[in-house]
């Protein structure tokens, strides 16, 4: 089993719309995690941290279910330039060797 | 501020030949990585530098080597590129373990 996992998608969405999706882990241990954003051919980058209770960071909500382990990112009123793939981070404290989900693609259409 | 510079941004090697891929940070970060990331893969690490001094095999480190040059430098050797090292590998820094990442625009290898 993977360490990290997450839907593909892609997830085809209007502008305006709001979509969600989730990542699981597998380490219990866990206690770091992140969503980063990759556009097509580019390096990934940070989008937000995500905490115990959850947050918020203008349009997009992070939240981390720890008995079901698993977080989730939810992007509201969705934006043409919101068209990308978002990565799931995951690591256990103090640990170099973070786990990197392979993505889920969402793209927002006119 | 250039933040993590990464060089070449492309390669074609031929089965067998050698290459270093560079990659510099400019961030006096302590931490620094080399990932490679495949179609339907996440990023997987190959070796990381924790500090300066210091290098540690990743999940797959089998036909690389690194040099922590100094604090700014991290380097990644291919000896004998293989075709199954055809990728795009992203270098990356951080201040300290779990802090979020910095990586550079990647180099796109193509073992033929």
């Known amino acids: 089993r993977k360490e990290v996992e997450q839907d593909p998608g892609p997830f085809n969405v209007p502008e305006g719309a709001t979509v969600a999706f989730n990542c699981t882990y597998s380490n219990s241990a866990s206690q770091s995690f992140f969503w980063y954003r990759q556009d097509c051919r580019k390096e990934p980058k940070l989008l937000m941290s995500?905490?115990?209770s959850g947050n918020e960071d203008g349009r997009f909500t992070a939240q981390l279910n720890r008995a079901s382990q698993y977080i989730s990112l939810l992007i509201r009123d969705s934006k043409l330039s919101d068209s990308a793939t978002y990565l799931c981070?995951?690591?256990?404290?103090?640990?170099?060797?973070?786990?990197f989900g392979a993505g889920t693609t969402v793209t927002v259409r006119a | 501020n250039a933040g993590v510079t990464q060089t070449p941004k492309f390669q074609v090697l031929k089965t067998g030949q050698s290459m270093t891929l560079q990659c510099a940070q400019d961030m006096n970060h302590n931490s620094m990585y080399w990932y490679r990331q495949d179609p339907g893969m996440g990023l997987r690490l190959i070796y990381y530098?924790?500090?300066?001094?210091?290098?540690d095999k990743g999940e797959v480190p089998n036909g690389y080597n690194v040099s922590r040059l100094n604090k700014r430098e991290f380097s990644l050797r291919l000896e004998s590129a293989a075709p199954s090292q055809t990728s795009v590998y992203f270098c990356a820094s951080s201040e300290r373990a779990t802090i979020p990442l910095h990586f550079g625009n990647g180099t796109r290898l193509t073992v033929t």
């Open positions: 981070v995951v690591t256990p404290s103090n640990d170099y060797k973070l786990s």
């Open positions: 995500v905490y115990s």
């Open positions: 530098s924790a500090s300066e001094g210091t290098t």
